[in-house]
Every structure is written in structure tokens, then in C-alpha cells.
């Protein structure tokens, strides 16, 4: 590919084309926001005036002038979009989840490698601060072996929202929409684990999918993964607590990135990605804990990745293995859920 930008259309531009890839998309060099497809031209227009707008994502998918297509779409439209793109010669970016079983998941992959094109999944937190901080602690050995890891993402909004994602159609609810986001981050981390077992629930009034999900992840010599996300947690709760034989690590607050998005923050600028919450590591009962400054988050690092990968200068930020896995992980908790017992999770070969 020529030194010229890569062209990129995105299709959809609901909460997740709007607040994340849209923006990310415009503020990494090479990377060209060319096209949007959405039903709602004029919301698109109003962020990015320069930007051509179609109604559908087929029309997007078959212009010769777009060279990777990113799809934001609702959870359920997402592998058939991505196989579409695919075959048509496109380089292709999944919002997590990429697909809502890993049938689909396979079929997605079967289309890339048939295809020679590159397919990413959107895993971006894993250039967030608050995990970025986590997992130096772990490398350096500040908590010794690492025996108890909770991932939390809590909030609380007690109305149920009039939204696909709170809906009752396939690909909604609480754990497909935060479960990809904490497994990828666990698999990270720790690598695939041995068990799962996860418990789901319908908490708040009127709710049409689960808002409560709880999944533990068993690894080998007693290291326990506790995976939660809830809607009716105020004020919040630990964003990261992690025990070891040497000591334990809590992160309070989560990375800002999304919440600067919302208000307008232009990736990269002075205090982009900055985190002003210290971890604390506590290594003596008696002893007051010690701060530690999280790394700066840069969610453009998927993007940075996604622009080497295409012109053939890198490695593929999330490859369809590791994507792959998080489904894995996601389908088996699934099951688990609806057996309400653990169940072991059977290594996937490789794509």
C-alpha cells in the first residue's frame, strides 16, 4: 500500500462510533475517516462536516475507495457485516463482541483467511491507564504470585434505557457488552484459565437482559479471576484489586479516556489519557500503602497498530485468536450460567 492515508468508513455511528472510533479513527497519522455509514446523516455532519455520509453499510462495504472498514454496529449485525467486508477485499475492525458464538466467530475468521485481508477486533482497554498500572505492578513483582485478581466495571443507572444493548435481542445485555472488555484484559494477564462459572441476574426494574453479571475464572495453583460488572452500584467500587504473596494492589478510579471523549477531548491533547488516581499497594499490615502513578492511557495505540498492520510495518494490535478466546470465554460463561455450575474451558486450535 502507497504512503496515502488508509481510507477507513465506519458503520454506525450510535455510542460506540461516536464516542470512541470516530475520533480515535481522525487523530492517528495515516488512518483517514473517509466515509460514515448511518441513518442519521445530520448527527454525523454536526461532529465531522468533511465526512461523506451513506444511508446503509452495503453501500459503504462496496466502494472502491475504502480500504478498511470499521463496524460499530449493534452486537447481533456484526459478523455478517464483518464477512461482507471481507469479501469484498476489505481490511476489517469488529467492535467487541465479534460475533455472538464462536460458530459465528470461526466463520468470520474462515472469511479473513480466505480473503488474505486483515480483521482486528476492538479490544481498547488494553491501553487504558488503570490496566496499564495493574499489569506493570504484576510484571515487576510488586505482589509476588498472584493469588486473587478482581476486574470490576460498576455503575449505577437504575432506569432502563430505551437502547439495543439493555434490550432483549441477541448480543444484548450487561455481560456481552462489559463481559469483552474484562475477559480480554484477564487474558492478558493471566492466559486462559482452566474453569469458569458465572452467575447472571435481572436486577433493576423492568430490565429485559441481565444488568448483573459475576464470573470466576479458575487458574492453576488457586489463582482466582473474579469478573463483575453491575448497574446499580453507587458511587462505585474498586476498579482493581489484586492479593499476592507479597502484598495487594487496589486501583480506585477507572481511566478518564471515555469520559474525556464524551466532553470533547481531542486524543492526544496535554492531558489526554493522564491518570490523577494512585494505585495503592499495601506490603505491610502495619505500614501506610504506598502510591504508584498509573501509566498515561492512549486508546490511538489500537489504531497505531491497525495503520502498521494494514501497510504490512507491524503485528496485528488484536489478532483473531486472541478474539477468539475472549468468545470462548464468553460462550462457555454462558452456559455456565444457564447450568448454574463450572465448567471447564477446552483450549481452541488455533485459527
Known amino acids: 500500500m502507497s504512503s496515502s492515508p488508509i481510507r477507513a468508513g465506519l458503520i454506525g455511528y450510535g455510542y460506540a462510533g461516536k464516542t470512541f472510533h470516530a475520533p480515535l479513527i481522525a487523530a492517528t497519522p495515516g488512518l483517514q475517516l473517509a466515509c460514515v455509514a448511518s441513518s442519521d446523516a445530520a448527527k454525523v455532519q454536526a461532529d465531522w462536516p468533511q465526512v461523506e455520509v451513506v444511508a446503509d453499510a452495503q453501500t459503504l462495504i462496496a466502494r472502491d475507495d475504502i480500504d478498511l472498514v470499521v463496524i460499530a454496529s449493534p452486537n447481533d449485525t456484526h459478523a455478517a457485516l464483518a464477512r461482507a467486508a471481507l469479501r469484498a477485499g476489505k481490511h476489517a475492525v469488529v467492535d467487541k463482541p465479534f460475533a455472538l458464538d464462536l460458530d459465528e466467530a470461526r466463520a468470520v475468521i474462515a472469511a479473513t483467511r480466505e480473503n488474505d485481508r486483515l480483521l482486528s477486533v476492538f479490544h481498547n482497554r488494553r491501553w487504558d491507564s488503570d490496566f496499564l498500572g495493574v499489569k506493570q505492578a504484576i ?110 494492589l487496589i486501583k480506585r478510579d477507572a481511566d478518564r479516556q471515555e469520559a474525556q471523549l464524551k466532553a470533547g477531548v481531542v486524543p492526544g491533547a496535554d492531558d489526554w489519557g493522564v491518570d490523577p ?34 501497510r504490512g510495518l507491524g503485528p496485528n494490535p488484536v489478532t483473531p485468536d486472541e478474539a477468539l478466546a475472549v468468545m470462548n470465554i464468553l460462550e462457555t460463561a454462558q452456559r455456565s450460567a444457564r447450568g448454574g455450575r463450572s465448567l471447564p474451558i477446552a483450549p481452541l486450535t488455533p485459527s
Open 277 to 310: 488516581d494512585a494505585m495503592l499497594l499495601h506490603q505491610d499490615a502495619d505500614a501506610a500503602p504506598r502510591r504508584i502513578l498509573a501509566p498515561r492511557g492512549d486508546q490511538r495505540q489500537y489504531y497505531v497498530g491497525i495503520e502498521r498492520a494494514v
Open 139 to 248: 510484571a515487576d513483582g510488586l505482589l509476588g504470585r498472584v493469588v486473587h485478581f478482581e476486574s470490576h466495571i460498576d455503575r449505577f443507572r437504575p432506569e432502563v434505557r430505551a437502547r439495543w444493548r439493555e434490550g432483549a435481542g441477541p448480543g444484548a445485555g450487561l455481560w456481552f457488552d462489559l463481559g469483552p472488555h474484562l475477559i480480554d484484559q484477564a487474558l492478558q494477564l493471566f492466559g486462559l484459565p482452566e474453569r469458569v462459572q458465572a452467575n447472571f441476574a435481572r436486577q433493576r426494574t423492568g430490565a429485559l437482559s441481565d444488568d448483573w453479571a459475576h464470573v470466576v475464572l479458575d487458574y492453576a495453583g488457586g489463582l482466582r479471576a473474579i469478573l463483575h460488572a453491575s448497574m446499580l452500584v453507587a458511587g462505585g467500587s474498586p476498579r482493581f484489586i489484586v492479593h499476592g504473596e507479597r502484598g495487594s
